[in-house]
């Protein structure tokens, strides 16, 4: 049966039909629209984004319909019942699904030179990700919708085993965004704290007329949930001494009273840094006390680029290739400039909003850079794209 409360839901979070444009941001509540009006779901996975824009703007509904009429009425066969504990699944299902409609594309599509080829292989690369993943844990599956960071099964491994796990990654590499998702795919609540000055910022304090103040931290503490600290190589070092301690010691005392640490309670901190102090790239790091760091286990978190390019999506893929040329110039260079999965989302932005290629590029990429370390870094990338066009 249709849902249209759900539909409506959807629709509100895509924004109004006919003017709105559709990319790889809101491509994903597009494609959940049309599997509510019925449209099967590998049909509505394997769609561009110019086709979603088309159905989702023909506010007449026609081209929804017409494709409504072309849509297989048997559902895929049901997923598998039993799977690994914390395995997300990669739904070989749908990967077949999807592989048939390719087929069927060729087939249909008439004559198949080069070029549809490529089209078609795009697509399906576009694609081949799946958008939502399974974690089954303690005999329960949940799902993380959306695109995910490869680093994602390790961590909620790693923390479903309860250890407390210290992300190292450059900035904008997705560990915020992983910590948030790792907490969905154990089903626990989310809290988070950004770097804190002083230990009372994190513990909670009373004020002055008795009245107490709680944290993120606490509530996790107590209740149960996945902590992040976010940005714990630049806090004080203090606090992660008394975070250590509540950790160590399965207990805490709080400013009104000792609380018991929750069996579902976990951590994750978040750092540019292994806690060893400032980098040429990481200034204002902070050096941590060794015992508190031994209580983590590591997890680095590089640049996942397949991940990047799925984010900006297939129209801006070529500005993604040069943001990812720029840095690997940049490691090769020795030139201590930054081009994160920032510039590649916030360029794409810009460039879809209309700005000029020079301006984008010089207000998310080049900065601050002089001329000649620009023209090396520039001269460099130029040389990788030739090599990949061999
Ligand atoms: N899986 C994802 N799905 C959607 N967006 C993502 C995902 N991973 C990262 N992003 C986006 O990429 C950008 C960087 O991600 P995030 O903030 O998680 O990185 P970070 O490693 O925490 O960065 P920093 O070191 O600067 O704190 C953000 O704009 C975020 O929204
Ligand atoms: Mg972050």
Request: hydrophobic residues 40%.
């Amino acid at each position: 049966m249709t849902d249209y409360t759900a539909i409506q839901a959807l629709q509100n979070e895509i924004g109004p039909r006919g003017q709105t444009p559709i990319n790889s941001y809101n491509r994903g509540p597009v494609r959940r629209w049309l599997v509510q009006w019925g449209v099967d779901s590998p049909t509505a996975r394997t769609l561009p984004n110019g086709e979603l824009d088309r159905i989702y703007n023909d506010a007449s509904d026609e081209a929804l319909k017409a494709l409504l009429a072309q849509s297989p009425t048997t559902p895929p066969a049901s997923r598998p019942a039993s799977r690994p504990v914390s395995e997300p699944t990669p739904d070989t299902q749908e990967i077949a699904v999807q592989l048939a409609v390719l087929l069927a594309k060729i087939q249909a599509g008439g004559s198949l030179d080069e070029d549809r080829v490529r089209e078609i292989v795009q697509e399906a690369l576009e694609t081949q990700r799946p958008l939502v993943i399974e974690f089954r844990t303690d005999n329960t599956v949940r799902t993380v919708e959306g695109a995910t960071h490869r680093a994602l099964p390790d961590l909620t491994r790693m923390l479903s085993a309860g250890l407390n796990v210290w992300l190292v990654g450059p900035a904008g590499s997705g560990k915020t965004t992983l910590a948030e998702q790792a907490a969905k795919a154990l089903g626990r609540p989310f809290y988070s704290t950004g770097a804190v000055t002083s230990d009372f910022r994190l513990m909670g304090f009373t004020t002055a007329t008795g009245d107490l103040v709680r944290t993120p931290f606490r509530e996790a503490f107590e209740h149960g949930g996945v902590f992040l600290w976010d940005e714990v190589d630049g806090s004080n070092p203090n606090a992660l001494v008394a975070f250590n301690q509540a950790l160590a010691n399965g207990c805490f005392a709080f400013p009104d009273g000792m609380v018991t640490k929750h069996q579902d309670f976990v951590a994750i901190a978040a750092a540019n840094t292994w806690g060893t102090g400032a980098t040429t790239e990481y200034i204002g790091r902070v050096r941590q006390d060794a015992a508190t760091l031994d209580r983590f286990v590591y997890l680095p978190i590089d640049y996942d680029e397949a991940l990047e390019r799925d984010l900006v999506g297939a129209e801006y893929a070529s500005w993604v290739r040069g943001v990812q040329r720029l840095r690997r110039a940049a490691g090769e260079l020795g030139v201590k400039a930054l081009f994160t999965p920032r510039a590649s989302i916030n360029g794409a932005r810009l460039l879809a909003a209309g700005l000029r290629r020079e301006v984008v590029v010089q207000t998310t990429l080049r900065k601050g850079l002089d001329d000649a370390t620009w023209a090396k870094l520039e001269s460099k990338a130029r040389e990788y794209k030739a090599q990949e066009a061999d």
